[in-house]
């Protein structure tokens, strides 16, 4: 099993930055590639960005590219989302996930440990 801890959600303003920090314990050396999605309110769980643990391989949504930068630090079973530029639209739950598969890393069902969320809130 593996254990994911999120935090630095919050309310923040348009324009503003935020940086989403994910732990993951237990059986983490089994991990492949960590993810950050987003659920809005009254819609499906998206997908935001994810990078793989080895090779460094990187994604992201289209409507992050440029502001959102996810980066890891093996030493401490960590991945950050670095959010700049937010925008109202970027309000959501975000999730942490980790999946040992090796393929199709953007879609969610891939993907078998979950974090609890963290809200983020951005007012206009």
């Known amino acids: 099993q593996v254990q994911l801890v999120e935090s630095g959600g919050g309310l923040v303003q348009a324009g503003d930055s935020l940086r989403l920090s994910c732990a993951a314990s237990?059986?983490?050396?089994?991990?492949?590639?960590m993810a950050w999605f987003r659920q809005p309110p009254g819609k499906e769980r998206q997908f935001v960005a994810y990078?793989?643990?080895?090779?460094?391989?990187?994604s992201y949504v289209d409507s992050v590219k440029g502001r959102f930068t996810i980066s890891r630090d093996n030493a401490k079973n960590t991945v950050y989302l670095q959010m700049n530029s937010l925008k109202p639209e970027d309000t959501a739950v975000y999730y942490c996930?980790?999946?040992?598969?090796?393929?199709?890393?953007?879609?969610?069902?891939?993907?078998?440990?979950w974090g609890q969320g963290t809200q983020v809130t951005v007012s206009s």
């Open positions: 237990g059986r983490s050396f089994s991990i492949n590639a």
């Open positions: 996930a980790a999946t040992s598969k090796p393929w199709n890393l953007s879609v969610r069902y891939q993907y078998d440990y």
């Open positions: 990078v793989t643990w080895s090779g460094g391989r990187i």
